[in-house]
C-alpha cells in the first residue's frame, strides 16, 4: 500500500507506465507522470505480496497490478534467490491474469463509451502484466539454460534436484506461454493507443522473449518442437498486425550471424511465414541483406558464414521458388573467399534446379536460368576449395539422381567428373567416382554400355541415314516456287514500273483497258506477267489501283508510294495469294499438281527426322561410354589406395559399370580380387558384397536355373585366370560357403558336370572341379564325403587322356589336408589315409603311364601329385620312392631298347655315346626327382617336425599330470605369485627339445637323404651331368627342368649346397635361355632363406640379373629381392640401389614392381633414409650407366619418402659435405640436383649456409649455381625471423659472388695459357645401356668360392679407382655396437642356420667380408 499512498496525489490516469529498456530504469524518475517502484521487496515478502495480488485480482481483475506491480517487480529483481514454489506460482498468476485480461479486451476496446482515463488504466495494465509476463519467461529461460550447463558437471546432488523441478515445470508451461501472447498479440490492440500505431517498445517486449528462446542450444531438438511451432505463430502475429518487417530482419540476420543453431529454425519460419502468412517478401529481404555483407568480411567471420550458409540453404530447400527469385542478390558472393558461401548459394542452386527448373515444359527465360545455373555449377568443380569441388560434386549426384540433367549437359559435366578423378584431395576424388557411379545408374541410353556393340550399331545406322539422304535427293524433282520465280523477275519488273512514271516514247500507245471485274483484271495482268510483258502489265495495274480503289487485291497501306504498291500487287497476283485465281495460268494451277505430291512426301521426311535422332542418340551413348570407359581405367587404379572410403567407391562403381555392361568393368572386377586379403574390414566386405552382387544374384525362375547361370558367371572368371586369381576367388567363395550363402543346388550342379552326367565342354569339368576345391575349404566334407567320386572319375578313368583335369582333382583333394594343420601343442593327430588307400594307387599308376608319354601337362600333373602324397599319405616316401623306381625302369627299358637298335640317335632324343633316351622322358625323371627331394624336405621341416612337438606335449602333459591335480591345472593355467611352477620347468625343457628336434631333422637331411643307402643319391650325378653338359642336352625344356631339379636338391643339404652353388650360380649367369635364369633366380632366392650364410658371398650375382636383357628375367629377378630384402633375409647397400635401377625400367610392369618395393620399404624405419646416401653413391658413379636424365627420375622417386623434417635437414648437411670427396662435374651435378628435392626448412637454410665452403668451388658450372638458386628460390620467407631473412639474403649473395668468381677465373685461364685438363674431367662413362650383357657380366674368375684374404686383396688393389664414388661416413650412424663384434671363427659358426643381418659399412670398407650368421 505504500506505493499506492505515494501515488494518491495523482490521479490514476494522470500517470504513464512507460516500458523501460533497463529493469532497473523503473527504479529511477524518469520524468513526470512516469510510473516509478517505490519499493522493492526482499525475497521473505514474497509470498504474502502474491497472496495480496491474487485477492486483488479475483475482486477487481486484471487491473489490480496497477496497484501491486510493484510485489512481481521485487520477484524478477531478486529471482535467483526467491524459493521454486514463489516463483513458479508467480508465473501461474501471470498467466491467468493475461489470460483473463486477453479475454476482456475485445469488449474494451470496441466499447465506444469507455473514457480516457478507463482506456489509460487498462492500457497501463496491459504493458504492466505483459512486461511482468516476459520477465518471468526470459528469467526463467535463463535459468533453465544455466542450469543446463551445470547438470553436465554439477556441483551437489540439491541443486541438481532442484534444476530437474525447476526446468521440468517451465518445459510444461513455456508453449502455454506462448500460445497466450499470441491470442494476445492477435487482439485489435491498436484501439487503446488512440487508433494509432502499437508503440516498438511494446512489440519489442513481447518479441523479445521469443528470440531468448530461440537462443537456447537445444531449441532444435526434436522434443521441442512445439515449442519452436509456438514461436513462429507468435512472431507472424507480430509481422501480420504490428509491422515488425524491418526488426525481423534486423534481429534474425544478427541472430544468424551469433548462433549457428537457429538457422534451420529461422529457415522453417520463414518458410511458413511467406506460405501460410503471406509474407513472401521476407524472403527477398533477408536474402537482400545477407547479400549485402562484404565478402572481406565473411572470409574472416567463419561462425557468421556458417549461420548463413545454412539459413540459405535450408531456405532453398523449403521455398525454392522464392529463392529463385532473390538469387540475383547472392550471385556476387560466388566471387568472394568464403567457401561456405559458396557452398550454400551452390546448393540453393541445386535445389532449385531439382525442385523448380525442371522439365521439357519450361519457358525460354527458365531454360536460360537453368543453363546459367548449370554452367556455375560445372565450373565450380574445378573451385579453388577442394570442399567446394567436393560439395558440387555432390550436387551434381542428386541432379543426376532426380533425373534434371538436360540431355545436352550431360557429356560436359560427365567429362569434368572424369577429370576430377586426378585430384589431390581425396574427398573430391571419392565424390567424383560417386557422381559417375550416378550417371551410370541414371544414364537414359542403355542398359548396356559396350563401345563395341555401340560403334557397330552407330555404323550401321550413319549408313541408313545416309541412303536416306541419298534417295530423298534422288527422288525430289527440282520444283521452283512462285514466290522463287518472282524474285528472280523482281530487277525487270521494277524497271518497267519505274518506266510508267517517264513520259511515253514516240510511237507508243496506250491500248490496255481495265476489265469489268477485279477477278478478270487480276487474270489478265497474271497473263500479261507470264508472258514477261512486264511494263503492259504495270500499266494495267496501275489503272486498276485507280478504278478498283480499296477492292482486292488492289488495295494497299496509305503510307505506300504507288511503285511500291503497283509492286506488292504484281507479287500477290503472280505468287498467288490473292483469292478468285481460276485460270489455266494462275500460280494455283500451276501449284495444285505439287501440292498433292506434298502431301506423301510427309510420311519419308517422318522417317528421316526419326532416324536423325537416332543417330544423334546412338552418338550421345557412343561418347558417354568412351568416358565411362575412361573413368574405369583411372578407378581400377585406385583401388589399391591407402584411403578406405576411396577404395570403396571404387569397388562401388565397378560393380555398377559391370552390371551395365562395360566390357572392361570385368578387368576392373578381376583386379580387385587381391583386396579379399586387406587388413581394412571395410574394404574386404566391400569386396565380399560386390561379388556377392555380382555372382550370387543371379536371374532364373527356378533354382536349377539361377544354379546354372551362378555355375557359368564363376567358370567365365576362370577362363585364362593366373593362379594368384584363383587363390582370391577361393577365399572369396570359401566365405560364402561357410555363412551358407552358396546353394546345395549349386554344388549338386557342380558334381553333376564332373561326373559328366550333365552335359557340358572338358573345360568345364575342370572348372567344376576348381570350384569344388574353393568350396571345400569353407566346408571339407564337400570333399571329403565323395572321395573316392573324384579318384574313380578324374584319377583312373580319365587320369591319362586329361592331366590338366587329374591335376585340379589333386588340388581338391588337397584341401582335406589345409584344413586339418595339427596346431602346436595340439592333442589331436594329423589327418592321414592309410598307404594302401585307392588314392596313391590311383597316382602311382597314373604317374607311371605318362611318365613314357610325351605330354606338356605331365609335369604340372606330377607335382601337384606328389605335393599331395606327401600331405595325406602315410608313408609318403615310401609310395613316392616306388613311384621313382617304376619311372627310372621305364627309362632303363627304353635305354636297352634303344642300345638294341642300330639306328642313329634322333633329334628329340639324348646320347652321351653308350645309349639315348627320348628327350621328355629325361626332362620327366630330372623333374620328378627334383620335385621328390623337395617335398621329403618339406615334409621334414614341417610335418615330421610338427608331429614330433605334438607327441613330445603329449608326454608332457600325461608327466605333469602324475605330479599335479588335473582340477588345480583347469582352474589356474597360469599360475603367479613366487612359486616355481610346472609349466615354467615345462617350457625350458619344451625349448630344449625344440632344438633337439631341430638338430634331428637337419642331421637326417644333411646325412642321409643324399647318402649312398637313399633312392635320391642315384639320381643326382645324373642331374649335374646334364647341368654339367649344356651341349650335349641342348634342348631348352630339358635345361630347365634340369636346372630347377639341382636348385630343388641343393634345398636339403647345406653341404651339397656349397659344393654345387658354383656350378648353379653360372648357369644363371652364362646360360642363353631366359627360362633357366628365371628358374635359377627362384632357386637361389629359396636358398638364400634356407642356408643364407652360404648363399651370402654370392648375393652380388643373384643382383646382377636386375640387369638382364631379358625383361621376364628381371621381373623374376625383382620379385625374388624385393622378398629377400623385405625379409631382411640378405643386406641391402648395394642391392637396394641395383632395385632403384628398375625404376626407369621400359617395361612397366617391373616398374610397378620397384614402385610397390620402395612403398614397402619406406614403412620399415628410417630405411629408405639410410639407404638413400649410398644410392646415390652408387648411382652417380660414372662406371654405373645411369644417364643424368633417369639419375633424376630415380632420385624424385625416392626423395618423395623423405617427409621428416629432421631427416631432410640431416640429408642437407650429408649431401653438403660430400662436394669435397667427388671429382667429377656429373657427380657435383648429381648432388646439387639431390638437394633441389629438399624442402628448405630454416634449420636447412642453417646448415646450407654453415657448409657454403664445401661447395662454393662448384658453382662455376652453370648447372650446380642454377640447382641452388632453385634450392633459395622454393624457400619461403614469409613469416620468417628478420635473421632468417638475412641469412637467406647473406646465402643468395655469396652464391652469386661465387659463381661470378668462378666465370672470371674461367675468362682469365681462356687468356693465359691452357690449364691441363685433369684425368677425372676426361673421365666418361663406359657404358651408355643398363642392361649388361651376358657374357660381359661376369668373368670365369669370379666364379670361385669367396675367401675373406681374397676379397680383403681385391679391395686393397681396386681401392684406388674407387676414389670418383660417394660414401657417406654418417650413414651407419644407428648401427649398434654388436654389428661390428659379428665376425665370427670357423669354429665359432653354429650349426642351426638363422636369417643374416647386415654387415658394418665400416668393416666393408676395410675389405672384411666374411659370411656372417647369429646365434
Not at 512516469?34 to 504474502?48: K, N, T
Not at 485460270?583 to 512426301?601: I, L, N, R, T
Not at 690449364?1315 to 649388361?1332: G, L, M
Not at 651407419?1372 to 642356420?1393: I, M, V, W
Request: glycine share 4%; charged share 25%; aromatic share 6%.
Amino acid at each position: 500500500m505504500a506505493a499506492a499512498t505515494a501515488r494518491g496525489a495523482v490521479p490514476e490516469a494522470a500517470w504513464e507506465f512507460r516500458l523501460p529498456l533497463n529493469p532497473a530504469d523503473l527504479l529511477r524518475d524518469s520524468g513526470p507522470g512516469c510510473y516509478v517502484v517505490q519499493r522493492v521487496l526482499p525475497a521473505s515478502e514474497l509470498p504474502p505480496a502474491l497472496t495480496a495480488f491474487r485477492s486483488a485480482f479475483k475482486a477487481h481483475g486484471a487491473l489490480a497490478v496497477l496497484q501491486h506491480f510493484d510485489s512481481l517487480y521485487s520477484l524478477l529483481h531478486c529471482f535467483q534467490a526467491a524459493e521454486t514454489a514463489v516463483k513458479e506460482d508467480a508465473l501461474e498468476l501471470m498467466m491467468c491474469v493475461v489470460s483473463h485480461h486477453s479475454n476482456e479486451l475485445p469488449a474494451i476496446v470496441h466499447d465506444s463509451g469507455l473514457s480516457r482515463v478507463d482506456c489509460a488504466a487498462h492500457l497501463n495494465a496491459l504493458k504492466m502484466n505483459c512486461y511482468l509476463l516476459t520477465g518471468l519467461v526470459d528469467a526463467f529461460e535463463t535459468e533453465t539454460c544455466r542450469n543446463a550447463l551445470l547438470e553436465v558437471n554439477p556441483s551437489g546432488k540439491n541443486k541438481k534436484n532442484r534444476t530437474k523441478t525447476s526446468g521440468s515445470f517451465w518445459e510444461e508451461e513455456r508453449e502455454p506461454v506462448l500460445q497466450l501472447l499470441t491470442q494476445l498479440l492477435q487482439l485489435d490492440l491498436h484501439q487503446l493507443w488512440g487508433g494509432s500505431a502499437v508503440d516498438e517498445e511494446f512489440v519489442s517486449l513481447m518479441t523479445g522473449s521469443c528470440y531468448h528462446i530461440l537462443e537456447n542450444p537445444s531449441i532444435g531438438l526434436q522434443k521441442y518442437r512445439a515449442t519452436r511451432e509456438a514461436v513462429t505463430h507468435l512472431l507472424a502475429a507480430v509481422l501480420t498486425h504490428y509491422d515488425h518487417m524491418f526488426s525481423a530482419i534486423v534481429k534474425i540476420t544478427q541472430m544468424l550471424q551469433h548462433f549457428e543453431h537457429v538457422a534451420p529454425v529461422f529457415a522453417q519460419a520463414v518458410s511458413l511465414w511467406a506460405t501460410e502468412y503471406g509474407l513472401k517478401s521476407l524472403v527477398g529481404e533477408l536474402l537482400r541483406e545477407i547479400g549485402q555483407k562484404f565478402p572481406q568480411d565473411l572470409a574472416h567471420d567463419t561462425s557468421g558464414v556458417k549461420g548463413y550458409a545454412t539459413f540459405i540453404t535450408e531456405l532453398a530447400e523449403q521455398v525454392p521458388a522464392l529463392v529463385l527469385a532473390n538469387m540475383s542478390v547472392l550471385l556476387h558472393l560466388l566471387n568472394g573467399e568464403s567457401y561456405m558461401m559458396r557452398n550454400a548459394i551452390l546448393a540453393a542452386m541445386a535445389e532449385v534446379l531439382v525442385r523448380v527448373l525442371n522439365g521439357d515444359q519450361l519457358e525460354e527465360a527458365a531454360r536460360g536460368t537453368r543453363d546459367k545455373f548449370l554452367s556455375m555449377l560445372r565450373s565450380h568443380i574445378c573451385d579453388i576449395h577442394g570442399f567446394v569441388r567436393s560439395r558440387v560434386l555432390q550436387l551434381f549426384t542428386r541432379i543426376v539422381q532426380c533425373r534434371v540433367l538436360p540431355l545436352t549437359q550431360f557429356q560436359s559435366v560427365v567429362s569434368v567428373a572424369v577429370g576430377r578423378l586426378k585430384d589431390k584431395s581425396v574427398m573430391v576424388v571419392k565424390n567424383a567416382i560417386q557422381l559417375l557411379a550416378a550417371f551410370l545408374s541414371n544414364n537414359p541410353f542403355s542398359c548396356k554400355l559396350s563401345c563395341t556393340d555401340l560403334t557397330e550399331a552407330l555404323k550401321k545406322e550413319v549408313q541408313k541415314l545416309q541412303e536416306m539422304r541419298d534417295r530423298d535427293r534422288s527422288t525430289a524433282a527440282p520444283v521452283i516456287t512462285s514466290e522463287e520465280e518472282w524474285e528472280a523477275m523482281l530487277p525487270e519488273v521494277r524497271a518497267a514500273t519505274q518506266q510508267l512514271f517517264q513520259p511515253l516514247q514516240e510511237g507508243e500507245e496506250e491500248v490496255l483497258e481495265v476489265g469489268e471485274t477485279v477477278e478478270s483484271t487480276s487474270e489478265q495482268i497474271t497473263g500479261l506477267l507470264r508472258k514477261l510483258n512486264y511494263k503492259s502489265a504495270a500499266r494495267l495495274t496501275q489503272k486498276a489501283l485507280c478504278h478498283f480503289q480499296g477492292k482486292e487485291p488492289f488495295s494497299g497501306p496509305a503510307e505506300e508510294s504507288e511503285e511500291a504498291t503497283i509492286l506488292s500487287v504484281l507479287k500477290r497476283l503472280y505468287t498467288g495469294s490473292c483469292p478468285g485465281e481460276n485460270s489455266e495460268d494462275s500460280p494455283c494451277g500451276s501449284s495444285s499438281p505439287q501440292a498433292e505430291e506434298v502431301v506423301p512426301d510427309k510420311q519419308p521426311q517422318t522417317e528421316l527426322a526419326k532416324q536423325e535422332m537416332l543417330v544423334q542418340y546412338l552418338q550421345d551413348a557412343y561418347n558417354f561410354s568412351v568416358k565411362i570407359t575412361e573413368a574405369l581405367s583411372l578407378i581400377s587404379k585406385m583401388m589399391h589406395e591407402n584411403c578406405i572410403s576411396v577404395v570403396q567407391e571404387s569397388i562401388e562403381f565397378l560393380v555398377t559399370a559391370s552390371q551395365f555392361g562395360v566390357p572392361q568393368a570385368v578387368l576392373g572386377v578381376r583386379r580387385m580380387l587381391p583386396l579379399i586379403w586387406s587388413k581394412e574390414p571395410g574394404i574386404k566386405e566391400a569386396v565380399l558384397d560386390a561379388y556377392r552382387r555380382l555372382y550370387l544374384s543371379p536371374s532364373g525362375k527356378s533354382e536349377r536355373a539361377r544354379a546354372q547361370s551362378l555355375v557359368h558367371s564363376l567358370s567365365l572368371i576362370m577362363v585364362d585366370a593366373s593362379l594368384g586369381t584363383i587363390q582370391c576367388l577361393e577365399e572369396i567363395i570359401s566365405e560364402f560357403v561357410q555363412k551358407d550363402e552358396i546353394k546345395p543346388a549349386v554344388i549338386q550342379l557342380l558334381w553333376e558336370r564332373f561326373t559328366e552326367k550333365s552335359q557340358c565342354s572338358p573345360l568345364e569339368q575342370r572348372a567344376a572341379v576348381i570350384l569344388l576345391g574353393m568350396m571345400a575349404r569353407g566346408k571339407p566334407e564337400i570333399i571329403g564325403s565323395n572321395l573316392d567320386v573324384l579318384v574313380t572319375v578324374g584319377l583312373s578313368e580319365k587320369g591319362c587322356e586329361d592331366y590338366r583335369l587329374a591335376q585340379e582333382v589333386c588340388n581338391a583333394i588337397s584341401k582335406l589336408a589345409s584344413n586339418r594343420k595339427p596346431a602346436l601343442e595340439q592333442s589331436k593327430a594329423p589327418f592321414r589315409l592309410p598307404q594302401d588307400h585307392m588314392l596313391f594307387a590311383s597316382l602311382s599308376e597314373t604317374l607311371s603311364k605318362g611318365f613314357a608319354q610325351p605330354s606338356g601337362h605331365w609335369i604340372p600333373f606330377m607335382e601337384t601329385a606328389v605335393t599331395l602324397i606327401y600331405k595325406l599319405a602315410e608313408g609318403a616316401g615310401d609310395i613316392c620312392a616306388h613311384i621313382l623306381q617304376m619311372c627310372s625302369q621305364q627309362a632303363l627299358e627304353k635305354l636297352e631298347e634303344a642300345d638294341g637298335q642300330k639306328a642313329g640317335v634322333s633329334p628329340n632324343r639324348v646320347s652321351d655315346g653308350a645309349g639315348s633316351l627320348p628327350t621328355f622322358m629325361l626332362m620327366h625323371l630330372l623333374s620328378l626327382v627334383g620335385q621328390v627331394a623337395l617335398q621329403q624336405v618339406q615334409y621334414l621341416e614341417v610335418s615330421v617336425s610338427t608331429e614330433l612337438r605334438r607327441r613330445r606335449c603329449l608326454r608332457e602333459e600325461e608327466k605333469s599330470k602324475k605330479h599335479s591335480d588335473s582340477s588345480m591345472k583347469k582352474q589356474r593355467p597360469l599360475s603367479t605369485g613366487n612359486e616355481t611352477t610346472m609349466e615354467e620347468e615345462l617350457g625350458l625343457v619344451g625349448a630344449s627339445a625344440d632344438d633337439t628336434e631341430a638338430e634331428l631333422i637337419r642331421s637326417i637331411c644333411e646325412t642321409e637323404l643324399l647318402d649312398d643307402k637313399h633312392l635320391l643319391s642315384a639320381f643326382v650325378p645324373l642331374v649335374l651331368k646334364v647341368c654339367k653338359n649344356p651341349g650335349l642336352y641342348s634342348d631348352p625344356a630339358l635345361s630347365a627342368a634340369a636346372a630347377l631339379s639341382l636348385g630343388k636338391v641343393c634345398m636339403i643339404s647345406s653341404e651339397f649346397c656349397s659344393s654345387h652353388l658354383r656350378l648353379l650360380l653360372t648357369m644363371m649367369e652364362k646360360s642363353t635361355l631366359p627360362g633357366v635364369r628365371s628358374n635359377l633366380i627362384i632357386a637361389a632366392g629359396d636358398l638364400a632363406i634356407r642356408f643364407p650364410n652360404v648363399v651370402e658371398p654370392w648375393t652380388s650375382h643373384l643382383c646382377a640379373r636386375l640387369r638382364d636383357p631379358c625383361p621376364s628375367v628381371r621381373h623374376t629377378a625383382g620379385l625374388v629381392m624385393t622378398h629377400l630384402i623385405l625379409e631382411d633375409m640378405i643386406k641391402v647397400k648395394g642391392q637396394v640401389s641395383e632395385m632403384a635401377t628398375l625404376l626407369i625400367d621400359p617395361e612397366e610392369a617391373i616398374m610397378g614392381l620397384a614402385h610397390n618395393f620402395f612403398s614397402e620399404l619406406s614403412n620399415k624405419d628410417n630405411a629408405i633414409y639410410n639407404l638413400l646416401p649410398d644410392i646415390i653413391s652408387h648411382l652417380s658413379d660414372p662406371n654405373c650407366g645411369i644417364e643424368e636424365e633417369p639419375f633424376h627420375t630415380i632420385m624424385r622417386h625416392l626423395f618423395s619418402y623423405i617427409s621428416k623434417d629432421k631427416q631432410r635437414e640431416s640429408l642437407v648437411e650429408k649431401l653438403c659435405q660430400r662436394f669435397r670427396t667427388v671429382r667429377t662435374d656429373r657427380q657435383y651435378r648429381d648432388l646439387s640436383y639431390c638437394l633441389t628435392l629438399l624442402p628448405l626448412s630454416e634449420r636447412g637454410l642453417q646448415k646450407l649456409h654453415d657448409n657454403f665452403d664445401c661447395f662454393a668451388d662448384k658453382l662455376q658450372d652453370p648447372a650446380v649455381y642454377s640447382c641452388f638458386q632453385t634450392l633459395l628460390a622454393r624457400f619461403s620467407r614469409a613469416g620468417s625471423k628478420p635473421e632468417i631473412k638475412a641469412l637467406a639474403e647473406d646465402l643468395e649473395q655469396k652464391l652469386s659472388a661465387s659463381h661470378n668468381r668462378g666465370l672470371d677465373s674461367a675468362v682469365t685461364c681462356q687468356e693465359g695459357s691452357a690449364t691441363p685438363v685433369t684425368e677425372a674431367t676426361k673421365q666418361k662413362p663406359t657404358r651408355s645401356s643398363r642392361h649388361q650383357p651376358l657374357s660381359t657380366a661376369n668373368s670365369g674368375e669370379d666364379f670361385v668360392t669367396p675367401h675373406a684374404f681374397q676379397k680383403q686383396k681385391c679391395a686393397q688393389k681396386r681401392r684406388p679407382c674407387k676414389k670418383a664414388v660417394i660414401t657417406f661416413s654418417s650413414d651407419e650412424e644407428n648401427n649398434s655396437e654388436d654389428d661390428l663384434l659379428a665376425e665370427l671363427r670357423e669354429e665359432e659358426t653354429p650349426t642351426k642356420t638363422t636369417p643374416i643381418t647386415r654387415s658394418s659399412a665400416r668393416r666393408a670398407r676395410r675389405g672384411n667380408h666374411l659370411p656372417l650368421s647369429f646365434d
